[in-house]
């Protein structure tokens, strides 16, 4: 069966610190990692992920892939507080995505 | 270019009732999948539509089922209804290349939000 763990499952900072969310996966016929961002509504896209070591940038957000351990990281910069939200992990294979529980992230100011 | 639609976007019943949930994808997209979302077991794939043939289907009883249709728009239904089907249901599009390589982004509608009393 396929699986998609995420940690932590929730994180609080502070406004300006940096986090780093993880995702592994085991999963057959693996063919891309994506990462979401939910705030009480509809995920919205962040990344797609297809290939190893790869880092894909947006502003202060940051994304890689491990293919040979099977795990991702995302990381966030100088956080805001407009960050807070569930971040999502998924893994594309045979059609479907199979999503982690995704990682609570509060940011204080 | 509008986004993925889902009708109704709220919805109670009672148990024992059915229910069919509607969503039209983005203009040109002609895969569509829908997940169910509730707090305890996060999302949860149910099936994936491509050019009305369903491609995948999750681990879902019998008594969830869906179609689409050949301008792409896609229905679920959920029969005899129960407690536990009170959830957030979910609908994605993306551009469903066929030939299995599943590289793609897809971008979710609001949901349907559906009470089970």
């Known amino acids: 069966e396929d699986k998609v763990v995420q940690s932590p499952l929730s994180l609080v900072v502070h406004e300006g610190d940096t986090v780093t969310l993880n995702c592994s996966y085991e999963?057959?016929?693996?063919?891309?990692l994506l990462w979401y961002k939910q705030e009480k509504k509809a995920p919205t896209f962040l990344f797609m992920l297809?290939?190893?070591?790869i880092e894909k940038k947006s502003g202060r957000l940051s994304s890689i892939l491990d293919k040979k351990e099977l795990f991702s990281i995302l990381n966030i910069t100088a956080t805001q507080t407009g960050d807070s939200a569930v971040y999502l992990c998924?893994?594309?294979?045979?059609?479907?995505?199979?999503f982690g529980k995704g990682t609570l992230l509060t940011v204080n100011p | 270019k509008a986004g993925v639609t889902q009708t109704p976007r709220y919805l109670i019943k009672t148990r024992g009732q059915q229910v069919t949930l509607s969503c039209s994808p983005i203009?040109?997209?002609?895969?569509v999948s829908w997940y169910q979302q509730t707090p305890g077991q996060g999302l949860q794939f149910l099936f994936e539509?491509?050019?009305?043939?369903?491609?995948n289907k999750g681990n879902f009883p019998g008594r969830f089922s869906g179609r689409q249709f050949s301008n792409s728009r896609s229905e679920m239904n959920v029969s005899t209804l129960e407690l536990g089907d009170s959830a957030l249901y979910l609908c994605?599009?993306?551009?469903?290349?066929?030939?299995?390589?599943?590289?793609?982004?897809?971008?979710f509608g609001p949901g349907t939000r559906l009470l089970v009393l």
């Open positions: 994605a599009s993306s551009w469903g290349l066929a030939g299995g390589s599943y590289q793609e982004t897809q971008y």
């Open positions: 999963v057959t016929n693996f063919r891309s």
């Open positions: 297809t290939s190893s070591g």
């Open positions: 998924a893994v594309g294979s045979n059609y479907k995505l199979t």
């Open positions: 203009s040109g997209h002609r895969s």
């Open positions: 539509y491509f050019s009305e043939t369903q491609r």
